[in-house]
């Protein structure tokens, strides 16, 4: 509820069109009544009420310009008024109704004014119903965007956004829910090799944590055995993200990361700060067995004092004479006691190979963009 009664109005309206991780409406009315905010002017008193529904439209749009800009996107029937709403009041794409963003021409026109984040993650979207196409307009205005370093670094766009971007652009598919049909699209080039850009152009944005990490990517054989998926588009093997994940710490951290690769044994790994995301999908995992004691075992008797260890696996370990929480307990008793580890799964098996109860351990299924910010925060402390 921070800034102005009319910043916090705008933020309202935008919220009214996302969705809850199970996919149901998200209720601002429903955050109003649990936090209890304090309305301390007449146009707070106005949103509160309006979110509530005690104050009407007419009353509230008088009192609040964003609110005003809201209910006009709201009450467009055709592209036209839509388009112009866009490029007079400059109203987000989250204002409009369901229907105008079915539209090419809205879209069209929305790609100048939409926020960096939201260009990145509608790409798809426009190349689905036409907006963007080879040689377009749209698509030189898209283009242009996504290779504007500054733009990109306004926006704080992290590498891993750009390289999820680039990953569900390229696979031409999604189908976030199974019950539903699958959405296609037919990648245009331009835009990959853009998004290809923007990944590079993020890294100038990132701060390091300043700490020392092993990166260990589990190369057994059920790596590759598998897709893994985010927002319902496949995005490469376990093996291939494990990699990519290691690339971008490595270029993140210049020159304070370690990766290694293990099956039930520890192999040197191709990853490099400046290794070709293309070349990590020609890639295949060394195969055998898994052993996930490994890295902290191979860590102690090479006596690295890392500050953190990083293992991207599908968790599924059963070789080896030591498990890994006991293997990380002797890391710590003879090298680094305060060592961090993130266990970053990119399955979600219902099991991890760390330790839940201790608090040096952090489990993490699944894959999003918020992945390195939550190993960089955990391994900082």
Partial sequence: MEGSANDVAFRVCKARRRKTPQGEAFDVRDVLRIAHPAADAEQRKALFGWIAGNVGDDEARAELPAVDRFLTAKAVTSAEEAVRVVTEARVPWEF?????????????????????????????????????????????????????????????????????AMRVYASGRSQPNRRAAAQTWKPVPAVLDALEETYELAFGAVEPSGRRLLVAVDSSGSMACVKVHAGGSPIGTPYEVGCAMAVMLARIEDGGVHVIDVDTRVHASKVTPRTNLREIARWQPSGGGTDLSLPFTWARDERLEVDGVVLFSDNETWAGRAHPSQALTAYGRSVNATARVVVASMTATGHSIGDPRDDGVLNVAGLDASLPLVVNGFIRG
């Fill in 96 to 164: 409009l109704p369901d229907a105008m963003l079915r539209e090419p021409g809205v879209w069209d026109a929305l790609v100048d004014t939409v926020g960096m984040t939201a260009l990145v993650r509608n790409l798809a979207r426009m190349t689905r119903i036409g907006t963007l196409k080879p040689m377009g307009d749209a698509t030189r205005r898209a283009v242009a965007r996504l290779t504007d370093a500054d733009a990109v670094h306004r926006a704080r766009i992290h590498p891993m956004d750009a390289w999820l």
